[in-house]
Structure formats: structure tokens, C-alpha cells
């Protein structure tokens, strides 16, 4: 049993303290919060320690891995810190915003064997790694074509909206990780656009945007195309969708339960789906931390790295970049 | 090209004759009914003469073949005239709600090699006969359970119903026949209940019923359940689920397009199912004529006969005597 | 936190046990099993305390309640000590397979006020739940017919069938729950037939049936068609369907996840469903246990209790002599 | 009935020309192609005159209309020969692969009232056009997003390729228009990308693309997005789906039949898509004739015009300009 620490008890650390607590291969050693009535609170639900800092959550003795859920600007020096504790480390997406800090951190941690796993939650969902294995596996051919939705049920309070370093750091980012996941190769190439239409006055505001569509091309033409709305009041909509020479795979939306309504006026009506990530991505969100226990036991890298979190973040300044000038914007470009 | 005559012009009458123009391997020779109005208006709209009677109709030279749309009580009848006019039939169900008048048709007809087909339609719709093709193809390995879902959109008219016979020989009898066609054996026994919820004073009135359920069995335990409503708000309902050692093969209702529509309240709604036969069985009554035509072509008998025809009708006959003393009922006691 | 003793630690109690030890209004006090090493391992996987006879669980002063998972014969035994030791009760299904018996248990425990909850746990799957909903609601109108589609993955061990009392008391009784849960009414008349398909050596062999089809009717003429098979090869198969005046409310089944492979010769192709009972009913065996916990909390019956694990037992034996005599049975000829 | 002259005897052609013939609305005046054996034949069938040349087709008294699908170069020739004889006219696109053409031809017919529809078809298809109506409807609030997935079952003779003007003009052309139907806002920017993924040779001969995404914007910010293949091995992929502030609407592909098997191995597979445009528009060819029809019979323009061929075109100039230049091109730059 892997003893893991959990920094951060905001609503997703709650739950990764929850599943960590949970989980037949992992155990809750005790929580971190900048906000000690918080962390008290999730640690007393849980039966466990509230560290006094994440400094204490990363070195105590009864911690053997730690998983980072604090705000974004934080990630990286707990990471460095982590790995000068030499242990290993889940981390929530994004490692930072600045892709400068970043680098600084890849250099600082250079040569560390420790296990660093990316939250990249959304590989583990059972349809999504289901298509991904379909492609791997040659189950429709040479693949050609990705196509990412990802919609928001509803827009993000304000105040997250301003600290969020824009939605392609945000949002996308999640996306342009998929895109890569089913892939299999690299983007090269970069082309985004953002439109303001859920709330064009936040979005003013802060020049973000709440629509965007960005496409992509590997050096070998593959195309991936990623469609992003802050909105869908129908609820939370992930889909992927992959063509290839041999067929095509789908990973769907999943419904809530079983059930259909036929009335006079229409047939086949379905309930709205489940609202968010908590929900939607629930068995997707265990088998990370299965796979970061996984990874850890067998002294292996994880299957979705830093590095993998550095490429979504420099492919979402890359659509940044794409938006300011109104072209293709080559990765290589980007630092 | 087939030449038919197409005796009676109401509603089934009037899709026929516009199907045997249309076909590309039949003629329409000309069209018959007992109002001479109706007719005058179907051969007009068609260009095709009237003919004065049903026996002028079948007895013409211009007429290769007949297709008998009339009233019921009238399909044995014109049965033994073509028969002894040399004229190939596709006869409307069923041949007569008296077993023993389609029995004595049979005796007056027995040893003629005139091709003779029921009007069966449903057999040639597809979707059942892909699955019924994935039975007899050995996709579901044996056959275990069959069950047909048969629903009408709304209850018919009164008058339709007074004379219909009863639901057993005017409704189930299509689905008696869809029974067999997946079954591969002859039913056995029959167990039948009916309820009056739709209409129930009309129900009342007329000794019938409009919500009934079916249970028959074959000599090696194959079953087979229908399930009938005069009304299904939401759309013809029609559906065959066939179960196997193997697996499974459904036909599903056709949506009458590909539209659905998300909002706040509900995914994935469609429209209602088509309204009724004509619509839904567009395609089947099309390859129906093809396979009249063929088949007299070829000098074969057609893919469904008059003993389909009188096999259904006992069945229905043994579904009456189920309800009325409320037990199973060999077949073998239906004469 | 209501603190269970759960009796029985074989398939589906050791998933009771994992279950009242995760949910949030439950605590798992302890385990027994006439198999002390099995309640041991269960015990030390959970740290709960492993009870040295069922009395002992049930007396101690360390459990609130019990959850009875042992084997049939010893349910109603257990229900008559818990009841006399003033514990609320979550029994599963069946009470035992003698009515005889079941009618001696409830006239033991006649006027007790202890919350009695039979594990009928379909009800509480959301899909299911939520057709209930829509019938209640009216959204359907007046309910005209019920279709209950049961069929397990794959045939059960010979020793199971052999001790399982028959399949209308081990399978068919959840059905018959289903049914009066969906019909709002009792039903009056019962008939049922039975076919060796399946493993047709083992059915003859134990005087059993591996495919059955149930036909109930209320006294207001609802109709209610049970199927089931021992043999669903392409997973468990759990639908419900209801039509009623104004629609049809359907609970369909659940894919495992959402993804589909499209290829040159076929679309939209699917996995198997989920292969069983913990799979598919896993939220709903969640939501049983808090249900439970709630009815405790509230000093209320449980929504589905003693008399319903007697009727659903009436209806099979009701089941069994329509099979026997070819008939329809009235319930009221069962005891 | 509007008697209608067709003028081209191609697959396409002949497929209208039978459908002209069925229509209840029109009757077929005659037919003309350039290789008169392929309209002796047509005309052969469908029992109609061969005219001896277009300007003979188009003059003749016995032609009420004209509809035109001869080979494209020659569209702009045909149509101002009907404006100048007075024939309304049914075109097939594009009007010329040429927008200085298209221009002429505007300019050379700027004043006439005669009605001038282009071949559009896919507006016609029901479940896109309940798409299309549920957007204007507001079913589904302020429309944010459009996406068209457009995809042919397989790659065209390379001959074929040749000849048709590239992708854009040839393929995407249909998409642009769609998008447009469904946008309600003419689009102002134009993004495009394409690859060499399913016949790289034949591509990289003809400078062409089998394989692009576009991208496009209206002034307010609605987004347009186009995904197209030359080769959709499971059938003919033709969706749309379009997201709004209130729901989403999507027309989803059209199954051939309602069949669908299950097995140990896979669930709800269903057959390929309908191969290709013929059987998959039928419905939507169709009711192009009527609205030509009923246009003609109202004396208004119908729902499609001339003006929409040429913005169609534009578009496809756009796309082709932002594929060389790696930029988002404004429309008003094209022309």
C-alpha cells in the first residue's frame, strides 16, 4: 500500500483525498491545505493528519508519495521539493502557466529517477483508453483524423475565469493532451481561433475566450481538431472521435442511468448528461491513482509523464500565439 | 414486366397499385373496386383503365397477374378465380377470418401450380430480414426466444374494428406470421391474454381487445412472445428481438430522420416513429411486388404461400380459444 | 453512522461488507460465516472484527443493525433474532424458499416495529428508478403493460441450480419484484412456461427450466411479461419497458463505457455488457445500503420490505403450478 | 406538372430524370446528354423523347424547365441559355469551377425573374433540415458552433479527381453550403488545412488534398467547423451538429435498416452506412424537385439560388487561398 499525501483540499483534492483513502492499492497519509479549517475538515472525515504545511506533507516520514492538488502557481516548487524528498509525485495539470517556469523546473530536476505522473485524468477513462488502444491497435488502420469536443456544462465563476491563464491553458490543455494521446505523434503545426458568445462581457474583460476550435497537423499530415465551449446546458460533453484507413473509433458520452422517455412529441429522450469532471471522469479518476501506485511499485516511469504536461502547455501558447496573429503557428516556434 | 391487375383501391389497395406502376419489373394493368368512383380516380391518376369488375380485372388478357386488395370477404373468392383463371396471386392478409372458408378454398385450389402469395409484408421489411438472415445464417446459434413487439399508433375506427374479426386474426396475424418467419418451427402450443385499456367501452362492446400478449412454444422449447397495443402514442412500434446460444439479433423502429435535440432538461430526443404501415413498410411492400414478380418469373412459389396464410389464421384461432378458457392450447386442437 | 454486522461473507455479502464499510451514513461493525476462515479474510481485509456465530453478531453491542447475506435457508432464522434483539434488518432475497415458512416467520415477528428491508436491490437502480418515476409521475399516462427483459451472462454451476429451489424463486423472483415495482398494482392471475435450452442435461436432471416466460395481469387488466434466460452471451441483459396511454418509459442497458469501432463491414459496434449482478447493480446496491440507513435514521419502514419478499415468493410458486397444470393461476389459489 | 427537360444523362442525371418522372409535382419532358447512346438509353427507359442537343432540350415547347447536370464547365452556358429562353432552372453544382465565370454569368443574367435553384441537396434532407429549423426555432438559444462532418465511403477514379477542381470546390463545396443553412450569418473568415493520408500519390500528382479541415467565422463570432474525408470505409459519414446557448441540435447518420446484432464478443453492432449519396440523399432529391416545383408554381425564387452557389464557390476560393498562404483569408478578399 502506497501511503500518499495529499496537498490541497480544494473540490479536487477533497476528492483524490477521498479515492486516495478509497483505492485497495494506496492509503491517505494524512492532508495539506493553505487553509488549516479545510485541511482539518477533510482530514477529520477521513481519519487522518492535517500536515501543518506542504513542506511537512512532502518530508514526513509516514508519506511516501504525494500528490500536488494546490493552486496551479505552487506546483512546481512542490515538485522540486517532492523530488529533493525523493518522492514520488501526481500532480495536477497545469505544472504551471509560464512555460518558462516549467523549463526551469525540468532543469532543476533533471536527473531525478522519481516517478512524476501528470494528472491527465481523462487517458484513464475507460472509453477514451478503449479508442486510444483501437487505433494502437490497428483496429481502423492508418489513423487520419481526431476529433476532441470538450464542453463545460456551464461557465466557471468569474473569479476562476480571471486566475485561469486563459482557456487554452485551462481548458484545452486537457484536449490538446488527448489530441497527443491519440495521435501518436507529435503536432507540429497550430491553428486556433476564440470567440466570445457565452459571456462576452467576462470574456472582454479579461480577453479570454469561451468558444474556440484549434486544429492540428503531425509532420505526416495527421489532423487533430479540438472544439471547446465554457457552455453546454445539456452537460458536461466528452467525446473523441478518431477516423483512420480501416474504420473509425468513438468514445461517446455516457448517460446517467438507463432511461428513455417516448411521448406523443418525441421518442428516445434521455436525461441531460452528468454534470461534470467529479462525475464523469469518477472511474477515470481511480485508475490514475491505480496507475500512479502501479508506476510507483514497479519502479517505472507513469504512462502520462512531465514532459507530456510541458507539450500540452506549450501547444496552448502556441494556439495563444495562433489567435494573436491569425496563422498557422509552428510548435518549433514556441521555445 | 409483370402485368397486374390490382383488385380493391382503398388505402392498401390505392399504395399497391402506385407500387406496381412504380416497380421497374411490373406494369400496372389496370385497377379494379366495388365503388367505381374510387376506381375511376386511382386509373386516372395512374393512367391505367378501370376495369367493371372484379372478374373483368381478372379474366383480362392485359392482366398477367393479380394482386387482391378487397375487403376480406372477398379474398377466397377471387383466390379460386384467378386460380381457375391461370392468374398468379399476391393476396392480402389474411385469406378469410372462417378457417374453415380458407380451408375450402384449399381443397377447391389444391393441386394448381399457380404461384400464390400472402401478403405478409413484414417479412421483406430489411431489418427483420437481416435478422431473421442472422438465425438462419447461424450468428446467434440456436434459437432460444423470439420476441415480436407490434404496436399500432392510435386505436382505428370503430366501424374497422366491428369488422375486423378481432385483433387475433386482424393485428396478431401479421405477427403470428413474423413468429414463424424467426422461429424456423412450427408453433405448438398457444397461450394468449387479452386486456381492454385503450378503449375499454369499445372493447366492451365489441368483444374485443386491444392490449394482448402471446406466448407459443415449438416442439424442440423455442418461445415466442407478442406483445400487441392498438396505441402507441409515440409511433408504430415495431420491433423483433430474436435470442440465441449465440447472441442476439434485434430490428429496431426506424426513426423517420436523423435529427435529436439537447437542452437544459433532456438528451439525445427524437422524433416520434413514423405513423403507420405505409410509412414504416415503404421499402417491404416495394420488395414485395419484386419478390411476386420473381418469383412468377422464375416458375417458383413466392418466399410466403397460402399455407403461411393459413397457419397464421389458426394460430390467431387458437390465441381465441387461449383466452376464453384460459389455459394453453395445443395447435392440434385448431382443426 | 448506523454500525452493520454483516452476516455471510461469500460473493455478494463480502460486496455488502466492502459497501457498508465505504458509505458515508454506514459502518461496517463486523463480519460472520459458518466459514470462520472466509470471515476471517474478510474481516482483515476491511479491519473489522470477525464474529464468532451469527447470534454473536447479531447480539453485540457494537452493531446497530444486520444485513443477512448468508444462505437462503437460514434468512428467516436469523430475521426472527434480530427481531427479537430490537436490530433493524436488510435481508436478501428470498426470505427462504418455503412459503410455509415465510408465513410462520412473519406471524412470529408480527407486530414488531423493526425496520425490515429485503434486498430487492433492482429498485434502487437509477434507470430502473427512474421509469418507476415516470409512470408514478404520469408521464406515460395510464399504465397499459410492463416488459421485464432478465437474462443472466452465462448458466450458473450445477451445485447453484441445484440448491437454488428452481428458477422462478432463485432468478425469476427479482422479476417479479420489478413487475409489481413498474405495475403500482398487485397482479392477479399468473401464467408461466418453461424450456430446456440451455443446458437441457442439467434442466431435466433437476427438474428445472433455463428459459421462461411469465405472464401476470392486474385486476384493472395491466399486463406484465417477464423473459429470462440462464444464458445471455453477450452480457447481462436487464431492460424494463412500460406502455401506458400517453408513452413508454425504458430502462435500457448500460455499456461498460462509451467507446465504438466502426469498420468496412459493420458501425457502431460496441463491447459486451457488463458481465453480472456487481457490476450492473453496483450503484444501486450503494444506494439499497443508504436507503437502509436512512429508514433507520427516520424510524420508517424501508421502501421495499417483508411483504414484498412474500409476494414476489407467491408469484413463483404461482409461476411453478401454472407450468404444471397448462394454465393460468390466480393468485389467489396460493395461500 | 411542371414537365421538366434534364439535361444529362450521368449517374446523377439518370438518377433525376427517374426521380423528375415519379415526382408527383413533374413530369420528364425528355432528356439530352452529349453521348446520345447514354440518352437514347434514359430516354428508353422512362419512355420520354431524346433531345438532339442542349439548346433543343432547353427551346423545346414541350419543356416547361430545365434541370442541368451535365458536366460542369458547361452549367454557366446552360443557365444563361434558359434565363435567355425563359425556362426556370434546376442546377446542379457548382455553377462553374470559375468565380470570373460565375461572375459573367450573374452579370449576363442580372435582371431576370426566372426562378434559379442550385442542387444543394442536403438542405432538402429531412433530418438536417429539422436541424436547421430547430436552430431558427431558438429549440436551441443563439447558435455558437456549427460542425459538418462530411465524408465519401471511398476515394473517387482518379480520373474523377482530375477534372473536379480540387477538393474544396468539388468536396467541401456541399459543407460550405450546409454550414452557411445552418449559420443564419455569412461567414467573414476562412481557415483551411488539408493532407495526403488515403491516396497520397494520386494527391501529390494533382496538388489535391483528400483529407481537410476548415474552419470559419462569422462577423459575430459564430464558429464553422468542416471535417472531410475522400474514404469513410464504414459508409457514407454525412452529420451535422450545431451547439447554441439553450441545447444542441445534430442530425445523425441514417442506418440502411434497423438491424442490429449482439455476441460474446461485441454489442448493438449494425451494418456499414448507406455507400453513397444516391441512396443516402434519396429522401432529400426528392423534395429538391418538389420545392422546384412548388417555386415555379408560386412564382418565387426558390430556398437555394444562384447567389448561394457563388458565395459557395468564394468560400472554396478562401480555403483553398488559406491552405497556401498558412492564414486565416478574409471572404472579402476573395473577389
Known amino acids: ?28 497519509a494524512g492532508v495539506y491545505d493553505i487553509n488549516a479549517t479545510a485541511a ?11 500536515f501543518a504545511s506542504g513542506d511537512e506533507a512532502i518530508t514526513s516520514p509516514s508519506v511516501d508519495a504525494v500528490l500536488i492538488a494546490t493552486s496551479t502557481e505552487t506546483h512546481a516548487d512542490y515538485i522540486e521539493k517532492a523530488v529533493a524528498a525523493g518522492k514520488p509525485i501526481l500532480c495536477e495539470k497545469p505544472i504551471d502557466l509560464s512555460l518558462e517556469r516549467v523549463d526551469l523546473c525540468a532543469e532543476r530536476i533533471r ?18 483508453a ?29 473569479a476562476y475565469i480571471e486566475g485561469s491563464g486563459g482557456v487554452f491553458r485551462d481548458m ?16 507540429v503545426e497550430v491553428f486556433a481561433t476564440g470567440s466570445r458568445l457565452v459571456d462576452p462581457a467576462l470574456m472582454e474583460r479579461t480577453g479570454d475566450f469561451d468558444t474556440v476550435t484549434v486544429v492540428m497537423k503531425t509532420a505526416s499530415g ?15 460533453d466528452q467525446r473523441v472521435e478518431a477516423l483512420g484507413s480501416a474504420g473509425m473509433a468513438v468514445s461517446e458520452n455516457r448517460r446517467p442511468h438507463g432511461a428513455r422517455l417516448f411521448a406523443a412529441e418525441f421518442t428516445e429522450r ?25 508506476a510507483v511499485a514497479e519502479g517505472r516511469a ?34
Open 1 to 28: 500500500m502506497l501511503k500518499i499525501g495529499v496537498l490541497g483540499c480544494g473540490r479536487i483534492g477533497r476528492m483524490h483525498a477521498r479515492n486516495v483513502a478509497a483505492h485497495p492499492a494506496t492509503k491517505l
Open 40 to 50: 482539518a475538515e477533510v482530514a477529520g472525515n477521513l481519519g487522518v493528519p492535517a
Open 111 to 128: 536527473d531525478t529517477k522519481i516517478p512524476i505522473m501528470l494528472g491527465f485524468v481523462r487517458r484513464f477513462d475507460a472509453g477514451h
Open 130 to 158: 478503449a479508442t486510444r488502444a483501437a487505433i494502437r491497435d490497428g483496429a481502423i488502420g492508418e489513423l487520419h483524423q481526431v476529433i476532441v469536443t470538450s464542453r463545460d456544462p456551464g461557465m466557471a465563476p468569474a
Open 172 to 187: 484545452t490543455i486537457h484536449d490538446f493532451d488527448m489530441a497527443r494521446f491519440m495521435l501518436g505523434e507529435e503536432p
Open 222 to 236: 495527421r489532423q487533430a481538431i479540438i472544439n471547446n465551449s465554457r457552455q453546454a446546458v445539456y452537460g458536461y
Open 270 to 294: 434521455a436525461e441531460p448528461y452528468l454534470n461534470f469532471f467529479i462525475e464523469r471522469y469518477e472511474q477515470a479518476f481511480n485508475d490514475e491513482i491505480g496507475e500512479f501506485a502501479a
Open 302 to 335: 507513469p504512462s502520462v509523464g512531465f514532459e507530456d504536461g510541458r507539450v500540452a502547455l506549450a501547444l496552448a501558447e502556441a494556439a495563444m500565439k495562433s489567435v494573436r496573429e491569425g496563422r498557422i503557428v509552428k510548435v518549433s516556434e514556441i521555445g
